[in-house]
């Protein structure tokens, strides 16, 4: 494990643990309403029946209901290993909380919650674990551990980072990724969370750092964090403001509706980029809206996670 100094400051969450566990919860709640379901005390998950297969673990009673043959995969057998990265560079502590009631969690903090749910997960399923946090640099570094002590020196890591003084300096994503690529030597799930706000110029550099985190048959699902209403749709008051590049420190000063129109052509561009560039890697992109809740990434985990075993 490598890191520095990212404690500077205090966690805003009252328990971030138990928070993150409740989302797990709810949402397993919501699935197992449905006949198909992968979490449980006893069991890891379901896996279609292949002929020839031991039919001591058939599910019959989701046969019944879904007239398909499904075998229960126990815990045991589904051990694996997953990454997960989290961006904290200047840009994902927007927006501030405090000026937006309407509004749970800025990017870093959904992030956070959102990573030590799957951890809750992980834990659960007796899976082995590591996580990396970066801004300009890689400031936190744990390999993939499954011992209890382990995870929760991840989860505390995960609150603190929620709390971290943002740098005002340019993340160049790309270098990082390929400094983890180099760490990640064994097959692993990897998760990655960021606003991937860059340069035109290093956008390319961007890609060549997720193909290397691909290496290895690295399975690799990046997490878009945005928030739609200010950072897709440009929804702000028609009153003059100043918006502030926080990592360069370059502002202007306009009227939002003036350049809304001009404003979500562009971004609407820059996702179906994103988008088709991912499918032509092979990367799995989930653009995620962090007023929409956490139901996209713990339903991405468990269709993923089912695919690589």
Not at 101 to 128: C, G, M, P, T, V
Not at 223 to 232: G, I, L, N, S
Request: glycine share 2%; net charge neutral; hydrophobic share 35%.
């Amino acid at each position: 494990m490598n890191t520095r100094n990212i404690y500077q400051g205090n966690s805003r969450f009252a328990n971030f643990e138990l928070l993150a566990q409740s989302i797990v919860e709810g949402y397993m709640t919501g699935i197992h309403k449905s006949p198909f379901h992968g979490f449980s005390a006893e069991f890891a998950e379901h896996k279609i029946y292949n002929n020839g297969e031991n039919t001591k673990h058939i599910d019959w009673k989701l046969y019944a209901k879904t007239d398909k043959l499904y075998t229960k995969r126990y815990e045991e057998e589904t051990n694996m290993r997953c990454h997960i990265i989290m961006d904290q560079s200047a840009s994902m502590h927007y927006p501030v909380i405090d000026d937006n009631k309407d509004i749970d969690y800025n990017k870093i903090e959904f992030s956070a919650l959102a990573s030590a749910a799957l951890l809750h997960i992980l834990k659960k399923q007796r899976d082995a674990a590591g996580l990396s946090l970066y801004d300009q640099t890689q400031s936190f570094y744990a390999p993939e551990k499954s011992s209890e002590r382990h995870y929760q020196m991840l989860v505390n890591t995960l609150e603190q980072a929620t709390a971290s003084k943002p740098l005002k300096a340019v993340t160049r994503t790309y270098e990082v990724l390929h400094q983890i690529a180099e760490q990640l030597q064994r097959r692993s799930m990897i998760f990655l969370f960021t606003d991937l706000f860059q340069s035109d110029i290093e956008a390319s550099k961007l890609f060549e750092a997720l193909r290397h985190l691909k290496y290895n048959k690295h399975e690799l699902v990046l997490f878009h964090v945005y928030d739609k209403t200010t950072e897709f749709n440009f929804d702000f008051e028609n009153t003059p403001k100043r918006f502030l590049d926080v990592e360069t420190g370059n502002s202007v000063d306009l009227f939002p509706k003036i350049f809304q129109k001009k404003y979500t052509t562009a971004v609407e561009a820059y996702f179906k980029a994103l988008r088709l560039k991912c499918a032509q890697y092979k990367i799995n992109y989930v653009d995620v809206d962090i007023r929409q809740g956490f139901e996209k990434v713990m339903m991405t985990y468990f269709e993923k996670r089912h695919k690589f075993l």
